[in-house]
């Protein structure tokens, strides 16, 4: 070989091997590209930045506690207000709904009849964290009232047509696990469907941070709580609320307990417990609020409840019944409990249960 096609040659190897070299290069930026896009489809990120605000090499908090909001549970500043997530967890008597996941977390439960006599709870999660909660199911009318008071992230699986026209044209801030939110959720295949939807803390912590919540702080009125008074004070005997709402099913029944001044709730005559942790459902204040009959709310049964206005209510803690009023200017506005004399009732510090019952069904209690 020749002095020139040696060095043709050599020229050559080089060239070929800045071509390789590139194609290399090339490879590795559209494939870690084409992995981010993949990753990126995956459903929620599972990366979030836990790390603290730092200042001047320390950490910056608010500093001091003060009243969570949705309870009265005295928590850190940082705690106090989170943005509220209301979730709609189905009651079926049947097909394995029950026990329900999370509700030993939920800081707030409403418990509306929904149709057929079955009724529907929506849990408000804001600083308690369960692994699991459902099973989720649909949106309902009557429901979105207290949503509103709060300005909650409403979280459900569809609903019924009134419901889903108004959660659009109310621009409620919305969950739909049938539409665009369903990477919020899973299914347990295990389960019968449609009773098999969930979804966790965890995930509705992503759903906040996507919508631009996750730091933000809502503004609703808060409750007037108390702290509980010690067992030497608190009401002694068998004490007892009762709430028949339609069949035996879906009869409530909340008991006492004087030594954790909470009340443990049976349904359907069956002591109810949470799926994730195994502890018994209870509650520190039980609302009983009266409202007027049923109105026939599209098809398949449904039915709604008015809800804003005034009406007579019953509040329990600490084994005592106090006769008030429920009052609600408007969708927005938040219901409060008076009694008599005109006065806001307090509520214990801890979680409450809002049973929304017809003034046509029964209420005993002792």
Known sequence: MGAWDRIRYDRNVQLGIVISALVVISLLIWGGIGYTMWKDNQGPRVQKNFLPEVQNGEVKTKGGT????????????EDANKYPVGVMIENLAGDGVRPQFGLSRALVVYEVIVEGGITRFMALFGGEESTQIGPVRSARPTFLEFASE???VYTHAGGSPEALGA????KIKDINALTGGSKYFWRDTGRFAPHNLFTSSELLEYALRDKGLENKEVDFESWDFRDGRPIKDRAEGDKFIKLFFSSPGYDVEWKYNRENNNYERLNGG???NDAVNGETITAKNIVVQIVPPEIPAG???RINFIVTGQGK???FHEGQAIEGIWKKKDRLARTKYYDEEGKEIQLIRGNTWVEILPEDKILEYN
């Open 270 to 272: 069956v002591l109810q």
């Open 167 to 170: 959660i659009d044209g109310l």
């Open 299 to 301: 098809e398949k049964g």
């Open 313 to 315: 209510a019953m509040i």
């Open 150 to 152: 709060y300005d909650v």
């Open 66 to 77: 003060e009243p969570r909001k949705l309870d009265g549970i005295i928590v850190s500043v």
